[in-house]
């Protein structure tokens, strides 16, 4: 997902069409191709998980469907779109509601480059009177998505950028990688100094997006709650060193091949401790799915986060209304394991706190309810299907 979710407006800075490969069928992928189409991109589906793009006939700079409102991602289209037309016009982002989420680092990063920027009437308008040109960046905290929009308004600037204390998260490599096959000059990636050298063009090509290692880490966490043997496959998974860690650390049994993992688990988890951090510590995204195991392990947990600070609140006391015993205090959850959770109707807040609630409901003795599944639908695909293929009794309930 947040590969994919970088790697489709970035296709606005091709001059001919682009086929992607491997994309997830998950709503915010659909979302950001409808808002590409709604600009004058020719967007064509050959199958659920590839898509062709033609950015040529896009004449706008400004993204005006209001659905962008609601996606994080949709964020991406400012550093697309500088990239192309030295402008760019794209609402205030939504996404996930986990407290305040600034882009004080992203707009330092359009400013070094050369742009002027205002917020008005909820629209951010980015500009620069002539050619972007190159700079040095310093993030002062490690952004996912400033280094990623700096990337994309730097690649075809004037001269080298140098974005240091970059994030590392494998979407970064992937799509410096995608920017690479369409002939940018971008080095370092995946370590904390990336440099960017603009070109004056870029071309269209086929990419295939890598598997998502939280939507694979989220499975693990499952099997690891629930207990069971599974093989995931078209995993890549030196990118889940980082989750299978800590899954190890609490009693699962981890075996990594060259594009899966076997995962089993049987017998009583042990408690932990993890802390997020930015790549490669252990993901904020992963931290809900974790805490269930938690949860259920022998002996008293704690999980500390360091990213969002209120994404507790998006799950903890739904998991108590489980028979979950946490406590939260500061960055800090004290998770005193329990047996066995009980069945309840329960709320998703957020699409990992939804996905959280699915992997307790299917731990738990009884029927869960798990409320506001769009959330999840964010990013995951046919989460339904592939628990039914291993045995759970779920279905989506329209209501
Ligand atoms: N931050 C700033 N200023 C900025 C940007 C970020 O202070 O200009 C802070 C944030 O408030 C946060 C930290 O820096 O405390 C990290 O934010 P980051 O920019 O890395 O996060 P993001 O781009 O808003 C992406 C993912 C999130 C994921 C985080 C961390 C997308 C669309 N979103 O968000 O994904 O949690 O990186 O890895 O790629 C999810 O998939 O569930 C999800 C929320």
């Given at each position: 997902k947040n590969a994919a979710v970088a790697i489709i407006p970035a296709t606005?800075?091709?001059?001919s069409p682009c086929r992607l490969e491997?994309?997830?069928?998950i709503s915010d992928v659909k979302t950001l191709t409808y808002i590409l189409e709604d600009m004058g991109a020719k967007v064509d589906y050959?199958?659920?998980?590839t898509v062709e793009i033609d950015p040529r006939p896009v004449e706008t700079d400004t993204v005006s469907a209001d659905i962008a409102r609601r996606i994080r991602a949709s964020y991406y289209f400012l550093g697309a779109l500088l990239g192309r037309y030295h402008k760019a016009v794209v609402p205030m982002p939504g996404g996930c509601n986990f407290g305040i989420r600034p882009i004080d680092q992203h707009l330092k990063g359009f400013a070094a480059l050369g742009c002027d920027y205002s917020l008005d009437n909820g629209m951010i308008a980015v500009s620069s009177p002539g050619d972007l040109h190159g700079s040095s960046i310093y993030l002062d905290v490690v952004t996912v998505g400033a280094t990623m929009n700096i990337m994309l308004a730097a690649v075809k600037a004037r001269g080298l950028t140098v974005i240091e204390n970059a994030a590392r998260e494998p979407h970064i490599v992937d799509l410096a990688n995608f920017l690479n096959t369409m002939g940018a000059r971008i080095s370092?990636?995946?370590?904390?100094t990336v440099k960017i050298r603009g070109v004056n063009s870029l071309r269209g090509g086929t990419y295939a997006i890598i598997p998502d290692q939280i939507e694979a880490g989220t499975y693990l966490a499952a099997v690891t709650a629930v207990g069971g043997n599974v093989l995931v496959q078209n995993v890549i998974p030196k990118h889940l060193e980082c989750i299978t860690g800590k899954l190890q650390d609490m009693g699962a049994k981890v075996i990594p091949f060259d594009d899966s993992i076997r995962i089993i688990r049987s017998g009583r988890l042990r408690s932990s401790t993890a802390k997020t951090r930015p790549y490669?510590?252990?993901p904020t995204d992963m931290q809900a799915q974790v805490c269930v195991c938690m949860a259920l392990a022998n002996g008293t947990s704690r999980m500390t986060e360091s990213?969002?600070?209120?994404?507790?609140?998006?799950y903890c006391s739904e998991l108590e209304s489980m028979g979950a015993r946490i406590s939260i205090e500061s960055k800090t959850a004290t998770v005193v394991g329990v047996e066995q959770l009980h069945g309840a109707t329960v709320s998703a807040h957020d699409l990992r706190a939804g996905a959280a609630l699915v992997i307790a409901g299917l731990a738990a003795r009884g029927t869960t309810r798990v409320q506001n599944i769009h959330f999840v639908e964010r990013g995951y695909e046919d989460l339904i299907g592939k628990l039914t293929a291993l045995g759970a009794d779920i279905k989506r309930i329209e209501e």
């Open positions: 606005i800075l091709a001059d491997n994309l997830p069928d050959l199958d659920r998980h370092g990636a995946g370590t904390d490669p510590g252990f990213v969002y600070e209120t994404r507790f609140f998006g």
